[in-house]
């Protein structure tokens, strides 16, 4: 693999990396696992956004009816809901709010999704549901301020899945979509509303149905959202099920469908596109997540997925995730970056290597399906490679710039593959403990961390030449800086390779007594 770069090149590359991190529901921000995972991954990476299920969900206990004397009684709590949001705060964090499920005794009915009952039917009074919205985010303003107008809002979940909304009425969800936005909007225009949080079967059709209603109501949502998976079917065995993953290609032609759909409308042209959920595959016990292939192949999907979209979120941070059932195994194919007892996946550090990329220069100089380059304009380079094949491969860089003849640069390289950051197949070495002891999960957590390594480099006149190999679903971050020697009077790092690698040889002593003199 071969690569030329121009540091004088302009390519585009949209790195929204960091914008917006998905979650289990919310009522799972109250345990002690799932603040540890978030704050490792705060610390690491650094997302400004949250988004989640459960908002309303019964175990968040906002919404509550009961009688008096024959009359009806509704009160709002937000103990638990400040608590998150007060952690969320104090990890820099903002939500995204996902407007669901639905209170059960606002319900119409008692179909309900994933092991902890989310109910999936329409209100059975509008005006009860309205209220509720507003409230909470009349409560959210006077409590956090101004910032609150800049929290995203999304009505709903996936309503084109029977399973998320009843019978995957359009017609009812796009009544619960006008009803929400009014209901915010009269709050404050300032707020920012979209929808129709659609995933796979038949996206094309509802996103134009729901652009249609919209026009038809002469309702101007401020974005579109939807979900991306690029996995197929799944085949199941015990507890886990097993996909193969969908060529790249196929998944991005499919997002370029509704790019073309929103911007076939005049009025709807531009709209940004939020995709509010992504991953490889759609469900939490796929042993995909937790493997070094995940990890490369997610390094292309961020190279591309701001090419159309304003934001992409992953599908989840962390495993503290119940949607089938509290998970029987400290690596169960959990869609989070980060497995039980903090370890970090794979996965985690592609994000981690992306945010790196972001901070160190915004002015990307190549980009093809297995790298990005970027330049900070004062001669230091950065960069991501990935390898999704199942093969080793060598990679050569030459990146053109200003450098002299001799000028000394430093190479910097972090390393995650099969073998130097594969906290899955120590685990699987282990025995495959499914809880495993304090002693186990240290060593398992010495082998979640990316090989760090240092080169000098020497440039040639007016470019630079670097040379990696890259094992079968490997993925690096590297950078290239220049070097100016400030050491010491007397040091030389030379002589102490030197004469640190010479041992004295000194004669024998003879035997004999010892003299006291």
């Not at 709050?187 to 995933?199: I, L």
């Not at 042209?269 to 990890?295: M, Q, R």
């Not at 980009?367 to 330049?375: F, G, H, L, N, P």
């Not at 007016?462 to 679903?473: C, D, N, T, W």
Request: aromatic content about 14%; hydrophobic content about 35%; overall charge neutral.
């Amino acid at each position: 693999m071969k690569i030329k770069a121009d540091s004088k090149a302009k390519v585009n590359f949209n790195n929204k990396v960091d914008y917006c991190i998905g979650t289990g529901r919310m009522g799972l921000a109250l345990t002690k696992e799932y603040y540890e995972e978030l704050k490792l991954t705060q610390e690491e990476i650094g997302f400004s956004h949250i988004r989640g299920h459960g908002l309303f969900t019964d175990d968040m206990a906002i919404y509550h009816e009961y009688e008096i004397e024959g009359k009806k009684i509704i009160e709002y709590n937000y103990t638990y809901l400040d608590r998150v949001l007060d952690m969320y705060q104090s990890l820099g964090l903002a939500p995204f709010f996902e407007l669901g499920f639905m209170p059960k005794s606002m319900a119409s009915g008692e179909q309900a999704i994933f092991y902890w009952r989310g109910n999936t039917t329409p209100p059975k009074d509008y005006k009860s549901w309205a209220d509720m919205v507003a409230a909470m985010l009349r409560h959210c303003v006077e409590r956090y301020g101004e910032q609150v107008y800049d929290w995203p809002i999304e009505v709903w979940n996936e309503p084109n899945l029977p399973g998320f909304w009843k019978d995957a009425n359009m017609e009812e969800y796009f009544k619960l979509f006008e009803v929400s936005f009014k209901a915010v909007k009269k709050v404050s225009k300032r707020f920012k509303v979209g929808g129709p949080a659609v995933c796979g079967v038949r996206d094309e059709f509802w996103i134009r149905s729901f652009l249609d209603f919209c026009r038809k109501k002469k309702l101007k949502p401020d974005f579109v959202t939807r979900h991306h998976y690029t996995t197929e079917m799944p085949e199941r065995s015990g507890h886990y099920g097993y996909q193969k993953l969908s060529e790249p290609e196929h998944g991005f032609t499919n997002l370029q469908t509704s790019r073309d759909a929103i911007d076939s409308y005049p009025e709807f042209k531009g709209l940004p596109i939020h995709i509010t959920e992504f991953n490889t595959s759609y469900i939490p016990n796929n042993p995909v997540h937790d493997t070094n292939i995940n990890a490369a192949y997610m390094a292309q999907q961020l190279s591309r997925l701001g090419d159309m979209n304003e934001s992409y979120s992953y599908w989840t941070f962390g495993d503290v995730f119940e949607e089938m059932g509290v998970p029987f195994s400290q690596f169960h194919g959990g869609f989070g970056l980060v497995a039980h007892h903090c370890i970090p996946k794979p996965t985690f550090w592609t994000f981690a290597f992306f945010k790196k990329l972001k901070k160190f220069s915004e002015k990307c100089i190549y980009r093809d399906d297995a790298s990005v380059i970027v330049s900070d304009g004062k001669g230091g380079f950065a960069g991501v490679i990935w390898n999704i094949s199942g093969e080793e491969k060598d990679v050569d860089i030459t990146i053109g710039c200003n450098a002299k003849k001799d000028d000394s640069f430093v190479v910097l390289s972090e390393l995650v593959d099969e073998e130097v950051c594969n906290p899955l197949k120590v685990w699987h070495d282990l025995g495959e403990p499914k809880y495993p002891s304090d002693a186990e999960v240290d060593i398992i957590k010495k082998a979640s961390r990316p090989l760090l390594k240092s080169n000098p480099l020497s440039a040639a006149a007016g470019k630079l030449a670097l040379s990696f190999k890259l094992g079968r679903y490997g993925l690096m971050y590297f950078t290239v800086k220049p070097v100016e020697f400030k050491g010491d009077a007397g040091y030389d790092y030379e002589k102490i390779e030197k004469v640190s690698c010479e041992i004295i040889k000194k004669p024998a002593r003879k035997s004999g007594k010892r003299s006291n003199s």
